[in-house]
């Protein structure tokens, strides 16, 4: 790093140093030194290379043993269902029972209930996720992703109160969409938006999330494709701060009509919108597919959302065949994808594949195809999916998970899959998911353990820490109940 590269406004940086930095589009750095101006990362590097060239007045705030990393990303997350105290219980392995389990769940809370939202975002942050790949119920708001954070006290202003992001006005003649009047008759009923006020936040502010909103959709009944297509223009006229994309999730092979299907996918290769779909899941979607019978069969009559020759004659192939022509995409689960079908996503690099780990052992799936994936070259990434399945919001658990599934998977790559990996995943890479100058100033600090002060990696993923702190477009923040 020469001098020169370095501006002279010194209230603009916020330097900060630790043992180990984690820049992952590059090798750990120890004794390392991230500066940041405003929004965004400046410069990476030694810290005793880089000191003497910090802009005067701006000493370096030393975490000492710890390490800086890029704030991680969740790739899969149904935030809407983030008021549920724990995972629902799957009875014989079946995964419609626990899907009974959260249709009940949102009947007997009123619906749609947008300060749920709010608060899983608050979890994210907490644990130092700062973007997702959200899985939205119609009726969402890119509102309801807004949280106030307060910076961290004990810092100058100078350093943590740095310009709010862009807020997009609200227009007034979009009428918002009533997911009543759009949803096909008969679908899991979603009622409208409860009015209860916003509990009293650890963060209480207006800033933004960051990643994708992905629409999702449910529409077995193919006589409902109007519908849709209205559904997906009402969410796409909504106006969308700078940081929050929109997307379009049809939900799953055996809640979306194949010839429906089909028009979303013309509707994201159009506005160019990332897709996300849950795709061979359970052994009961599998039978499914190929029969048209099974669990899902009934869910579906005892709904009325059976039509014959609608389902079945079907494989996963042919669903990844038509996702493909998305421009970008995330195929959710993909627990018994073929070794055929994971050639086709090799084949096919703007599809992700998302592994939720702790989820798929909630399931008792056999172990998932991962080494199978990584030996491909698939990109996989990581998500928690949602509290309906998933014990909390803490994505280095997940992680975690990995580590113990896949012990010979180096955890280096382990952490990429939610970092760098996770960010190309979503189409974020210009932004997030390393720390390379240019990017934003998101990232998150843990704790170093004198045991594991040479092995930074083994430090995250061996131990249950929780962050010290993370930092979001250069704001600085102490996560509430940070240590248990
Ligand atoms: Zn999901």
Known sequence: MSESCLPHKSD?????????????????????????????????????QMLPHLPPKVPPRDFGEAVILPALINCHVHL????????????????????????????????????????????????GVTAVGDIAQPGT???????????????????????????????????????ESHLPEGDIPLPQAASTPSPDWAYPDTTPAKGVMFLEIIAPLEEKAAQVLEQIELFLRQPFPEDLFPGLAPHAPYTVAPTIL?????????HKLPIAFHLAESREELQFLREGQGPFRQLLESRGLWREGVF??????????????????????????????????????????????RT?????????????????????????????????????????EVGRSFPTIPPFQILRMATLDAAVALGWEHRLGSLEPGKDADLVIYPLPPEYRSDPH??????????????????????????R
């Not at 089909?262 to 159009?270: D, F, G, L, M, V």
């Not at 080494?371 to 658990?397: F, Q, Y």
């Open 12 to 48: 603009d940086f916020l330097a900060l140093t630790a043992r180990w930095v984690l820049p992952i589009a590059q090798p750990a750095i120890e004794d390392g030194l991230v500066l940041l101006r405003r929004s965004k990362i400046v410069a990476v590097g030694k810290r005793r």
């Open 360 to 400: 798929h052992r909630h399931f008792g799936h056999p172990p998932y195809p991962l080494e199978k994936a990584l030996e491909r070259n698939i990109r996989v990434v990581l998500g928690t999916d949602s509290r309906a399945s998933c014990p909390d919001l803490n994505l280095m658990e997940d992680l975690r």
């Open 312 to 357: 079945g004659r079907r494989r996963p192939i042919d669903y990844l065949r038509r996702l493909a022509q998305a421009p970008r995409g995330l195929i959710v689960h993909g627990n018994y994808l073929a070794d055929e079908e994971l050639d086709f996503l090799a084949d096919h690099p703007h599809l992700s594949l998302v592994y939720c780990p």
């Open 141 to 179: 708001s890119p509102k309801d992703y807004h949280l106030n954070i307060r910076p961290a006290e004990g810092i100058p202003t100078s350093q943590r109160s740095f310009e709010p992001p862009p807020q997009t006005a609200p227009d007034k003649s979009v009428q918002k969409p009533h997911h």
């Open 458 to 483: 083994a430090a995250l993923l061996s131990t249950s820490s929780h962050p010290l702190t993370f930092v979001r477009s250069g704001n600085f923040h102490p996560p509430r109940n940070s240590r």
């Open 80 to 127: 809407e269902l983030s008021d549920c105290p724990r995972p629902f219980p799957v009875e014989s392995g079946s995964l419609v029972s626990w899907i009974q389990k959260v249709i009940e769940h949102r009947q007997a809370r009123g619906g749609y209930r947008p300060e749920v939202v709010t608060r899983g975002w608050e979890e994210c942050l907490r644990y």
């Open 262 to 270: 089909e028009k979303i996918i013309e509707q994201a290769a159009q």
